[in-house]
T-cell receptor
Framework: DTAVSQTPKYLVTQMGNDKSIKCEQNLGHDTMYWYKQDSKKFLKIMFSYNNKELIINETVPNRFSPKSPDKAHLNLHINSLELGDSAVYFC?????????????FGPGTRLTVL | GNSVTQMEGPVTLSEEAFLTINCTYTATGYPSLFWYVQYPGEGLQLLLKATKADDKGSNKGFEATYRKETTSFHLEKGSVQVSDSAVYFCALSDQGGATNKLIFGTGTLLAVQP
């Protein structure tokens, strides 16, 4: 059973295109996140949704638009792709059970903008 | 703001050597602390966690103790294996409640040679 899944795993596209990345979790968690990992492996949060509501937006350009159709899904749509958007994007979901606030990550989507 | 500082890598060790990866943090309040591991070409996996001072997290032979007096959460393993080669990330949960997010260190690449 895959806990947090993302599609596609790899995405290669041209500058200026619009693309989407999908994320689904079957853990029953209420909160989901998008993180960006740059070429130096640095990880930074982009967005967080709780029960389909946006609660964190870390000064991400408005070309990036997350959408949460239900609490098990958090998709990321990117308009007018730029070279600097090339990165690995990780989805995560969060639980508060067991006394620890813990996030579980998907396998990542490697986006390459040419 | 809250932050995490990890030792620079890469760390290169021979099999069965002792491993320490240093991690210190700056935070207000009482964050939970985490170590995540990223194997080559894969996503992030939770390795271990600690939720309060003096807690020790452990998993797969790795250990880390939450030290409030030194604001540290160093990762240790007594005898590393080639299969431990990966990037290790120290992280803290920024704050409780719906706006929680993970703040990551820059990651430390561990290379274990046979």
């Amino acid at each position: 059973d895959t806990a947090v899944s993302q599609t596609p795993k790899y995405l290669v596209t041209q500058m200026g295109n619009d693309k989407s990345i999908k994320c689904e979790q079957n853990l029953g968690h209420d909160t989901m996140y998008w993180y960006k990992q740059d070429s130096k492996k640095f990880l930074k949060i982009m967005f967080s949704y709780n029960n389909k509501e946006l609660i964190i937006n870390e000064t991400v350009p408005n070309r990036f638009s997350p959408k949460s159709p239900d609490k098990a899904h958090l998709n990321l749509h990117i308009n007018s792709l730029e070279l600097g958007d090339s990165a690995v994007y990780f989805c995560a979901s969060r639980t508060m059970t067991g006394g620890a606030d813990t996030q579980y990550f998907g396998p990542g989507t490697r986006l390459t903008v040419l | 703001g809250n932050s995490v500082t990890q030792m620079e890598g890469p760390v290169t060790l021979s099999e069965e050597a002792f491993l320490t990866i240093n991690c210190t943090y700056t935070a207000t309040g009482y964050p939970s602390l985490f170590w995540y591991v990223q194997y080559p070409g894969e996503g992030l996996q939770l390795l271990l966690k600690a939720t309060k001072a003096d807690d020790k997290g452990s998993n797969k032979g790795f250990e880390a103790t939450y030290r409030k007096e030194t604001t540290s959460f160093h990762l240790e393993k007594g005898s590393v294996q080639v299969s431990d080669s990966a990037v290790y990330f120290c992280a803290l949960s920024d704050q409780g409640g719906a706006t929680n997010k993970l703040i990551f260190g820059t990651g430390t690449l561990l290379a274990v040679q046979p």
